[in-house]
């Protein structure tokens, strides 16, 4: 399947019972797998079948204990957990996104109860967003439990149209034909409600055996609304069903000879292309294009049918000065980058993705992260490959000397415990690896220097290697100690430790080589051989912390942001690689102007932030980073306040969270959610966190 394949919308994918000139409410469907360093994580995944299983164990326990029995057995207990658990994965699921886009599977009935219903009484006043509610519901197959909610939309008025239509749908769902016939017999006219109440009606003649009135009614549907997706769809298939796929031309032919719509003339086209008649679809194309070019759908199509038969050129001159993502929507918007990635205007989809990236749609990440790889490899196999001899890329080190969330909080050293004057800084960079992961790598020194700054009597900094404006570069043997020792000044050089370390994957194992070079004596001072199972990298990050620790012997100092509670340190890599991306790519940094999907990283930030409440510098790194890109100039935080106050209102007035919330909250305006907590936050705060926060708060916003 090609990647114009995935989302080119047929006029036969759509539900037969919703006009297509009405969308539904987002609930997207479930994306395909991600793949690459930036694809989104699948967030929540509610496992049915275990709650089942729990829900089947305490239920027999229960019962026993109500007929004054003792509870069955264990094995009993477990055998009927495992029928109802085998139960619960076979019912159908319905997957839903949360306001933070993750996802999660719950059984039908879980959905309607808990979900649904609820928001159905919520929305039973007002028509519109009742009628939204409605069309998702009856989609998703519910019909009988929503004639009540039908029937209030009728008693609501609005639209009545629409209300009668949906009205009918619930009654034909639920099996009463004979009261959605009365019902849909009252919208007339003409319309895409009115096409969806034939089209209703046809289903009916259809169960009471008239295939005729059948195929009369979708005859009405199609003359009361000719571009509605799903009457084009059935009517054309059973023409062809009835008289082969001759009879069906023939009245394609007709209608859009008659100028019937665009959605005839677009199948029109689409026959020509089939037939490898390239010329009289692009005409077909010009025509609908100046009567209907700013239709989402007619976009949608054109673009899907040219890139999926190979003529992606055609396609950006058609329509590469009119296209407009305002106008034509995301699935439209997706197809134009893939006819971007065909032609090689790569700067032009680029810029398109990152737009996309910052539309409230969680669910087009996968598809974002897809496009972005492959423009990516397209760009690098068109780059001509290196002479022989060639000179490689320039590599700069770029040394970050504090933790990352420190980065966008003004100064707030008070986070950091203090160092003695023989305190060394060590120089991490990331491992070298040509066979792991390196996105892992960068995370995992990061997160290494965070945990030396702030559980040892030494300091750290991060040595990054970058491509400018290209990426980080990801390298398979350590830079040379001596060049990192290098980028300090000679004053400085003598307390300088640089650690470097070098990954391999064997068959079975995981190992790590971790060097200590003393830039004071020019010579390596500590080397340690580390070996985890293969794959187990969390393992074997927790080993160089333990064995960089060792290595130091500088005695432990009082942690200041994780005190006692565990660190998380698989969330923490993958926080600390969004963060580092979105650190480089600002307006000073090496990586300016070529950070592609900084939302999808924000809100990765923020799915691990929210995972791990126990880890504080989680929190302080995701304040810290909406701080600094609001401050570098980017719009994308602020989609994050919601979040960001969630947090803020949790965290106790004598904690960090609570104090560093002043920077991202100011720099995002919500000056009034701050002042109703800063006199508590201040007045519990040590000496060197309250003149931080006075001199933060006496600044005009």
């Not at 490898?276 to 077909?284: G, Q, T």
């Not at 423009?375 to 000397?401: F, N, Y």
């Not at 194992?509 to 080397?527: H, P, Q």
Request: aromatic fraction near 4%; hydrophobic fraction near 45%; charge should be neutral.
């Amino acid at each position: 399947m090609g990647l114009f394949d995935k989302w080119k919308k047929k006029s036969d994918d759509r539900p037969a019972e919703l006009p297509n000139e009405l969308p539904l409410e987002p609930k997207p469907k479930a994306p395909d797998a991600p793949s690459g360093d930036d694809a989104l994580p699948s967030g929540l995944s509610g496992d049915a079948a275990e709650i089942a299983a729990e829900a089947a164990a305490r239920e027999a326990r229960d019962l026993a204990e109500a007929r004054g029995g003792a509870a069955p057995p264990p094995q009993r207990a477990a055998a009927a957990a495992a029928t109802a658990a085998t139960a619960a994965a076979a019912a159908p699921k319905m997957r839903v996104f949360d306001a933070l886009g993750r996802t999660l599977e719950l059984p039908r009935d879980v959905y309607f109860a808990q979900l649904l219903t609820p928001a159905l009484v919520r929305a039973q006043e007002s028509a519109g967003p009742l009628a939204a509610l409605l069309r998702n519901a009856l989609n998703d197959g519910f019909s009988r439990e929503l004639l009540p909610f039908t029937a209030k939309l009728l008693a609501l008025g609005g639209d009545t149209a629409q209300a009668r239509t949906l009205h009918g749908l619930a009654q034909l769902q639920a099996g009463d034909l004979a009261a959605a016939e009365a019902t849909l017999a009252e919208v007339t006219g003409r319309g895409p409600w009115a096409a969806s109440a034939r089209q209703a009606e046809a289903r009916i003649r259809e169960r009471r055996g008239d295939p005729a009135g059948r195929m009369a009614k979708l005859h009405e549907a199609f003359d009361a609304e000719p571009n509605h997706a799903t009457v084009f769809g059935e009517l054309v298939r059973e023409l062809e069903k009835a008289g082969g796929v001759e009879a069906r031309r023939a009245w394609t032919l007709e209608q859009h000879g008659k100028q019937n719509g665009w959605r005839v003339s677009l199948f029109q086209a689409q026959e020509h292309l089939v037939a490898k008649e390239l010329e009289p679809a692009l005409a077909i194309y010009r025509a609908v294009l100046e009567k209907s070019g700013d239709v989402a759908e007619v976009m949608l199509t054109l673009l899907g049918d040219l890139g999926r038969h190979g003529h992606a050129k055609e396609a950006m001159e058609l329509v590469g000065s009119r296209f407009d993502l305002a106008k034509h929507g995301a699935e439209a918007g997706l197809n134009f980058v893939r006819v971007c990635l065909d032609v090689g205007d790569f700067a032009r989809g680029r810029m398109l993705l990152h737009h996309l990236a910052l539309l409230p749609r969680p669910d087009l990440g996968p598809a974002l992260d897809e496009l972005t790889l492959a423009i990516d490899r397209k760009e690098r196999e068109q780059k001509p490959a290196p002479a022989a001899g060639a000179t490689p890329p320039a590599i700069a080190l770029v040394v970050l000397q504090e933790p990352l969330f420190l980065q966008g909080l003004a100064g707030a050293s008070f986070l950091l415990p203090g160092k003695g004057p023989n305190a060394r800084t060590l120089a991490i960079t990331p491992w070298a690896t040509a066979t792991g992961d390196a996105r892992f790598a960068r995370g995992a020194a990061a997160l290494l220097a965070e945990q030396v700054w702030l559980h040892t009597g030494q300091r750290a900094s991060l040595v990054v290697p970058v491509v400018p404006g290209q990426a980080i570069a990801t390298l398979g043997t350590p830079i040379k100690a001596e060049q990192i020792a290098g980028l300090w000044p000679e004053k400085l050089r003598p307390s300088v430790v640089v650690v470097t370390m070098k990954h391999a994957t064997t068959e079975v194992a995981e190992t790590l080589e971790i060097e200590l070079f003393d830039a004071a004596r020019a010579t390596i001072v500590g080397r340690k051989q580390l070996s985890v199972e293969k794959g187990q990298f969390e393992a074997l990050l927790r080993a160089a912390d333990a064995a960089l620790r060792q290595m130091l012997e500088p005695g432990i100092q009082p942690a200041v942001l994780n005190g006692r509670a565990p660190i998380a340190p698989g969330r923490q890599v993958e926080a600390l690689a969004c963060a580092l991306s979105l650190v480089l790519a600002g307006p000073q940094g090496p990586l300016y102007g070529v950070l592609a999907g900084e939302r999808a990283l924000i809100r990765r930030l923020m799915f691990q932030c929210e995972a791990s409440p126990t880890v504080e510098s989680l929190e302080v790194l995701f304040a810290s980073i909406l701080a600094l890109r609001t401050l570098q100039g980017s719009d994308v935080p602020s989609e994050f306040v919601r979040a960001l106050a969630d947090w803020f209102g949790r965290a106790s007035d004598d904690s960090n969270r609570a104090r560093v919330a002043i920077a991202p909250l100011k720099a995002l305006g919500q000056n009034a959610l701050w002042r109703t907590r800063r006199e508590k936050i201040t007045a519990a705060a040590p000496p060197a966190a309250r003149a931080w926060l006075e001199k933060l708060d006496g600044i005009r916003s």
